[in-house]
């Protein structure tokens, strides 16, 4: 009778630890051929069989790394909301140290592209005072230096990349930093009509805000001169003033706007020929 129960017990463990081998080939299978479309850039077909993995993945062995390809696929495919939802899933079932920074990196990357800088700076943060990636900290610092770049702070980017001897995104934040116009100058500057405008490099604009200005004041002066009191207010706060006050308006607008420029043929410049590590 004991040696029937143990034959029995046998055939139940080799049953079972077959199934088991079983399931996890086939898990296997799964994982590599969804990975191969991620390779493959089908990036849509990855999700789908991604999903299909954590779905009959009762063992939960690709837990982590089925939810940190789909993020990574939504993140090519231009879904960042999706993207951040399941790299969060990935860093929350993280099994290991590196697989929590690499998932942190990664959702700090969306952050970056979506503008929302201060959750990155946030992140970025925590990193550095983190004991487990001491070792990290240049990384870190390299990711503030593209943080400080999506933030439109070329000058604390330029400082960052200076500190990590990234010398070339140095320069460049650098370069783009002294190119930039401010805005405020602009404005101040334009007390004097047209020297905003002057200063933005927008000549013709400058002269006529400069010959508009001139026009009026003169008949607003020549007005009062004359006892034409009530056509010198009128002159004076109808169109005078509108054009002075719009020459303010105007250079401060062209600062913003050519600031504008510069910024995005800057990004355009680091998508295209920077070889680097980018967001």
């Known amino acids: 009778m004991t040696s029937v129960i143990k034959n029995i017990t046998?055939?139940?463990l080799i049953t079972i630890g077959t199934n088991l081998l079983f399931a996890q080939n086939t898990f296997d299978i799964?994982?590599?051929?969804?990975?191969?479309?991620?390779?493959?850039?089908?990036?849509?077909?990855?999700?789908?069989?991604?999903?299909?993995?954590s779905f009959f993945d009762e063992t939960q062995t690709y837990e982590f790394d089925a939810n940190f390809l789909i993020g990574l696929s939504y993140k090519h495919g231009g879904m960042f909301s999706e993207a951040?939802?399941?790299?969060?899933?990935?860093?929350?079932?993280?099994?290991?140290?590196?697989?929590?920074y690499t998932?942190?990196?990664?959702?700090?990357?969306?952050?970056?592209?979506?503008?929302?800088?201060?959750?990155a700076f946030s992140m970025l943060d925590s990193l550095a005072i983190d004991r487990r990636f001491k070792d990290k900290i240049i990384e870190i610092n390299y990711w503030k230096g593209w943080t400080y770049i999506f933030s439109n702070d070329w000058e604390?980017?330029?400082?960052?990349?200076?500190?990590?001897?990234?010398n070339q995104m140095a320069v460049l934040?650098?370069?783009?930093?002294?190119?930039?116009?401010?805005?405020?100058?602009?404005?101040?500057?334009?007390?004097?009509?047209?020297a905003g405008q002057f200063y933005t490099g927008e000549y013709v604009s400058g002269l006529l805000s400069i010959g508009w200005n001139v026009l009026w004041g003169y008949l607003t002066i020549d007005a009062f001169?004359?006892?034409?009191?009530l056509d010198g207010v009128?002159?004076?706060?109808?169109?005078?003033?509108?054009?002075?006050?719009?020459?303010?308006?105007?250079?401060?607008?062209?600062?913003?706007?050519?600031?504008?420029?510069?910024?995005?043929?800057a990004l355009l410049y680091l998508q295209n020929n920077y070889s680097g590590d980018k967001p």
Do not use: M
């Open 30 to 53: 799964q994982f590599n051929y969804a990975n191969k479309l991620f390779e493959d850039e089908n990036y849509f077909e990855a999700v789908t069989e991604f999903k299909r993995l």
């Open 84 to 100: 951040l939802q399941y790299l969060s899933l990935a860093k929350l079932k993280s099994g290991s140290d590196e697989e929590f």
């Open 173 to 194: 934040c650098d370069s783009i930093n002294n190119n930039l116009y401010n805005p405020q100058l602009a404005k101040y500057l334009s007390i004097i009509p047209g």
């Open 10 to 12: 046998f055939f139940l």
């Open 103 to 119: 998932s942190s990196i990664e959702i700090i990357k969306i952050n970056i592209l979506r503008r929302t800088t201060f959750k």
């Open 234 to 265: 009128l002159i004076g706060s109808l169109l005078w003033w509108r054009f002075y006050s719009g020459n303010i308006q105007n250079a401060e607008k062209f600062a913003v706007e050519k600031n504008l420029h510069i910024t995005n043929s």
């Open 156 to 166: 604390k980017a330029g400082e960052t990349f200076t500190k990590i001897n990234q």
């Open 225 to 229: 001169i004359d006892d034409r009191v």
